[in-house]
Each structure stands twice: as C-alpha cells, then as structure tokens.
C-alpha cells in the first residue's frame, strides 16, 4: 500500500469505526442512569472548564505569591539588624575620676531613657503574645563602674539589691571574685532589672553607692521591630489559612503531605515570632543595668598592645567573619526550601488541573 | 442544551451525538467496551456540568473535550499490553474483491493507529474521523491550536512511515503511551 492520502485516512477511519455497532442498549443505560440521579444543574461545582477555567489557577497563583512574599520576606525581616538607626538615643558618657558628691549631679540626658519614653513602654503582652498595639517600645540597658572603700564590695551588692527591690526590680545575676592575697572580695558584677519607668531613677541612685568612675546607658527603641513581628504574624496566619484551605482540597496522598508540610513550617515560623515578640516585650518591660564593683587598688586595665592586640584583632576578625557567614546561610537556605516547596506545589497543581478537566 | 434539566433533553442529546462519540472513542481506545464505558461515563458528566457549556455554538468539541478526557483516564487505567486490536473485523467476513480491500486498508489504518501515542491518536481521529477543524480539536484537547497543528503533521508524518501503510516497510521507533 503506497502512503496514504488524507481523504483515504477519512474514509478508511469511517470504515473502522462503522464496525462499531452502536447498541440502543447502551443509551438506555445512561438515560436510565442520568433519570435516577437527577440532581440540579451544578452551578457553582464546574471542574476547571469552559465557564470557569480561571479560578483554580487564580487561586494557585495567589497561594504561589503568598509563598513567594514570605520567602523572600521573613528571612530578610529576619536578618535585619536590630535596628541601630530607630534608636530613639544612644548615649554613653565617661565620667573620669569624679568624687561620689559629684555622682549626685549627674544628668542623664538626653540619651538615658527619659521619663516620657518610659511612660510609654508599658507592657502589652496579651495572652497571644502581642497586642498589635503601635505604642512605643524602648528596651534599656546600662553599665555603671563603682569604685568603693576595701572590704565593702559585699555591702554595696547588698544596698544595690536593695534599692533594685525598692523599685519593684530584681537581681538578675551577681558575681564577686577575690584575689589571692585577700580574703574579702575584690571586685564583683551584679546585674539588676528595674521597670523601665524606674530605670533613671535607679541609675541616679546606684552612683550614689560608691564612686562611680563610668556611667553608660543607651537606650534603643524596638517599636518598629515590634510591629514587623506582628505584622509577620498577622501574615504568616493568612498564609496557614491559605493552605488549610488548599489542604481542604487536597486529593491525593503527596498532595496532602505537601501541604501538610507547609502548614507545619508556617506553624513553627509564627511560633518562633511568637517567641520572639514575647522576648522583646519582657526587655521592654525591664531595664537591665550591670554594675561594676572594684576596690581602689584593682584598678583593671584592659588596654593591649603589640602582638597581643594584633592577635585578639585578628582572632575578632575572623570570629566575625564566620558569623556573617552562618547569620547568611539562614536565610538563604530558608529561601532555597521555599523555592523547592513552591515549585512542587506548582507541579502538583498544575498535574491536577489536568487529571480535574471533565 | 445549556440549563436543560429534562432527562428527555439528554435523550435528544444522545440521538444527536453518542453514535459518533462512541465511534470516535472507539478508534482511541481500539476497544468496544472501553469505549462504550469511556462514553457513557463521558456523557453523564457531561450532562451534570452541562451548565459549564457557554456558548451553544461551542457544544460539538465541548463535548468532544469531555469524551476526550473520559478516554485519557481510560487509557492511564489500560492495563499494560492490551490488545487495542481485538475487535478488529475479521476479513473473512468480506464478500467482494472491493470489500475485501477497504477492510484490508481500514484494517492497516487501525494497526497504525494503534501505534500511534494516544495523544497524536486523538488529534487524527478528532480531525479525519470526527471532522472537527483545527481551532475545535484546540478546544476539545484543551491546547494551542499551533500545538495542533503539530500534533497532526507529526501524526500524518509517522502515519506515512508506518509499515502497514508503506511499502517500504522500517523499523519502528518505541511504542509511546503517552496520554497528553
């Protein structure tokens, strides 16, 4: 048979397909079948079709771009750095070889947290962990460095609990060291919490307990971060609602899975942000301020030079270095396994689409 | 046919389309109980998301579309070297010279469509044997009509090399089930 003509093809699939004998038998089933489940014309249930063959994509898309915000944004919110330029001040100031009488004219301002940005930092953690509230938010800390007479480090740890207590603070930690030729306690660390309201107030009064040589508080205001970590809550709660949507869809066993693992990333992400705005709540609720003790003569200088220097120089560097490194990996990763996850789903969706055609 | 809610409306329905549907299944799946299967299934489905059709002009390969994929889902449950060639008319059954020789040729053509992949398969019946135009298999396949196009060159073109249609007879590539 030489290659065959299309009017040949037309007839020759006539020919084949006229061996079909269509049976009566046949259409009565159907009618019989159609006759005794007769519900009303679907109108809203039409598979991906001639009427509606848009939404199941449009909804594809929106989850796709849903995945692609977060991606790209929770990682690079995350690595944002603690915002040093919405500090609402910053100051440190020395004070050199200033007598204990001098301490009591201290001013601390502008930079020490002044009574008007305490008043606002108020807690607000509700029983979700955030209140969505746009009040400011300062997280204060400090480090004084007292000197004071031989044999009264132990003392002033007691008078500076004291006053912490006074104020409705507490003693976070405290140290003391010796040295091998005293008994007493040469120097000590005491980190003390007070309320933020109180926190001037209690810096005033701590200079007061001996000779303070340095006074340096900062104060940072984490308003901004604040809102960011509710707004990725908000958002990250849309998107689990997204997927519990797509989950409620969800037809087959991979497809299940695949959601469901969405789902449980999204659910560790607004656990950890949860956490994470619950910590910053508590810093801003509580000023911490660390206190240096000393006797006279343990005058500690931390001043290197030569090899030394160059060494713990480079040893910082480096250390630096590797942190960059694994503060960058983070995200990049995270954003890998979004892309991955992302692309799967589109794979998914796009197969059931097709396998969802009447 | 759009909003009908009679199932004496399905019954004009049927009169109208399901000889030719079943045939056109027929030469797709190569089976007469698939096909019959394919169909019935095909036209209930097609009857309860009857309100999908928009434009009444569209309902020859909207239909086509829901017969189509009713026989896609037919041929990804084939079970794995089922003989499409089955029912084929036997020739003893010719009584004239001509006869004999339609049957032989109609005969050729069905081994050759049956090693055609399912998706080149269903472009050829839909064109040759169903006598929808290019723009109407591009709906009834949900494609490109440019995809089409393609679809039946290269369906003529293996078509034209196939040995039972050449009188040079070849080696013949892979046997592809793809159900595209």
Redesign the interface.
Known sequence: ????D?E?????????????E??GE??A???A???SD??????NV??A????PGRPRTFLGVAAVILIVSAIAVPLLRSEPQSPNLSASNTSHELSERAPSGAQNLTVSPGSPAPTQDSTSEKDVTGSGFSGSSALKIESQGTVNLTVARGHIESAFTKLSSLATSLHGMVESSQANSTSTSTSFATGTIVLEVPQPSFAQFVAEVERVGHATSVTTSSTNVTSQSVDLQARITALNASLAQYLKIMTKATTISGILAVQDQINTIQSEIEQDQSQLKVLTNQTTYASLSVDVSEPSHHVSSKRSGFDKAWHDSLHGFVAGFEWLVRLAGPALFALLMLGALYEIVKYGRRALRRR?? | VQGSSDVTDLAAWLEEGYPQSVRTAYLILGNRSDAEDAVQEAFLRAWKFRNALVKESSFKPWLYRVVVNSCNSKLREEIPHRDRRSDATDLEDATSDDTVSRIALSHDVRQALSDLPAHLRVVIVLRYYADLSERDIAIAIARKPGTVKSRLNEARRRLAQHPALNDQPHERGSHEEETG
């Open positions: 048979m030489t290659m065959i299309e040949t093809l037309r007839r020759s699939l006539a020919d084949a397909a006229d061996e079909f269509v049976s046949a259409v089933n159907i009618l079948t159609a006759a007769e519900p009303a014309p679907h109108k039409v598979p079709f001639v009427r509606q055609r009447i």
